[in-house]
């Protein structure tokens, strides 16, 4: 999947030129001021945004703190572009949330190299959290609001996960969004879409109660909300890259752990 970008800039020769450094390698939004890139947010997926500071309006610094305040976009990594060469203008960039803080002029490869190693940041998180029977949701978090987000979701899903038709309209309600802005958050998020994400929880779940050793695979296959034992166990196996009797196996004997059928 292409990454989707936001670039933010009132000068349409920067606008141009940053489309012909980025465009061959992500899909791109193109705003001229803050007020045209938050309606783009709240129609689109965005991974991460290019902005300039100096702009009439919405300048960048405070788009920057707009977006970062907001739970439904502050999980997105902003890069901020300025032509500021000062000590004061780089604590305030960091100061509202900026990600990474690029001064003019700078080269094509260091912009794309700065993009590049924070969406690769990103992803080793999401694929870490995705492939680790263990690891808390909250890894996914950067920021206190996202880990909030996170910790709130994580409680509904395991609360109702015996349920195989979780309801993701109840959901987003429960997270205080539409359904479209709770789907482009957790995509965002997660690289997963919000039934995915519950697929991943019921996994992990399964996976805490296949140590305790307590359960048949066909009973944990029901208490996480699997109606079908194949499709948890081609399920499991996808995510977590072993079946669940390999992971049986691959736990300490000593522990008893390897009689689960």
């Given at each position: 999947?292409?990454?989707?970008?936001?670039?933010?800039?009132?000068?349409?020769?920067?606008?141009?030129?940053?489309?012909d450094?980025?465009?061959?390698?992500?899909?791109?939004?193109?705003?001229?001021?803050?007020?045209?890139?938050?309606?783009?947010?709240?129609?689109?997926?965005?991974?991460?945004?290019?902005?300039?500071?100096?702009?009439?309006?919405?300048?960048?610094?405070e788009?920057?703190?707009?977006?970062?305040s907001?739970?439904?976009?502050?999980?997105?990594?902003?890069?901020?572009?300025?032509?500021?060469?000062?000590?004061?203008?780089?604590?305030?960039?960091?100061?509202?949330?900026?990600?990474?803080?690029?001064?003019?002029?700078?080269?094509?490869?260091?912009?794309?190299?700065?993009i590049?190693?924070?969406?690769?940041?990103?992803?080793?998180?999401?694929?870490?959290?995705?492939?680790?029977?263990?690891?808390?949701?909250?890894?996914?978090?950067?920021?206190?609001?996202?880990?909030?987000?996170?910790?709130?979701?994580?409680?509904?899903?395991?609360?109702?996960?015996?349920?195989?038709?979780?309801?993701?309209d109840?959901?987003?309600?429960?997270?205080?969004?539409?359904?479209?802005?709770?789907?482009r958050?957790?995509?965002?998020?997660?690289?997963?879409?919000?039934?995915?994400l519950?697929?991943?929880?019921?996994?992990?779940?399964?996976?805490?109660?296949?140590?305790?050793?307590?359960?048949?695979?066909f009973?944990?296959a029901?208490?996480?909300?699997?109606?079908?034992?194949?499709?948890?166990?081609?399920?499991?196996?996808?995510?977590?890259?072993?079946?669940?009797?390999?992971?049986?196996?691959?736990?300490?004997?000593?522990?008893?752990?390897?009689?689960?059928?």
């Amino acid at each position: 999947m292409t990454d989707s970008i936001l670039i933010i800039d009132d000068n349409e020769d920067i606008l141009e030129f940053l489309s012909d450094v980025l465009d061959e390698n992500y899909k791109l939004h193109l705003a001229e001021n803050g007020e045209i890139a938050q309606t783009i947010l709240e129609k689109e997926v965005i991974n991460l945004i290019v902005s300039d500071i100096m702009m009439p309006g919405i300048d960048g610094f405070e788009l920057c703190r707009i977006i970062k305040s907001n739970v439904e976009y502050c999980h997105i990594p902003i890069v901020l572009l300025t032509s500021k060469n000062t000590y004061q203008a780089h604590i305030e960039g960091l100061e509202v949330g900026a990600d990474a803080y690029i001064q003019k002029p700078f080269s094509p490869e260091l912009l794309q190299m700065q993009i590049a190693n924070l969406l690769r940041n990103r992803l080793k998180i999401k694929d870490h959290f995705a492939s680790s029977p263990f690891e808390d949701v909250r890894v996914m978090a950067h920021s206190k609001t996202d880990e909030i987000f996170l910790k709130k979701l994580d409680e509904y899903i395991r609360k109702n996960i015996k349920d195989p038709n979780m309801d993701i309209d109840k959901m987003a309600n429960h997270m205080h969004m539409s359904r479209p802005t709770f789907y482009r958050k957790i995509k965002s998020l997660s690289s997963l879409s919000p039934k995915e994400l519950i697929d991943v929880t019921r996994l992990k779940k399964a996976a805490q109660l296949i140590t305790q050793n307590e359960f048949t695979l066909f009973e944990i296959a029901k208490m996480v909300g699997y109606s079908s034992q194949s499709v948890f166990g081609k399920n499991f196996q996808k995510h977590f890259h072993v079946t669940p009797l390999e992971y049986i196996n691959s736990i300490p004997k000593e522990n008893g752990l390897n009689s689960v059928t």
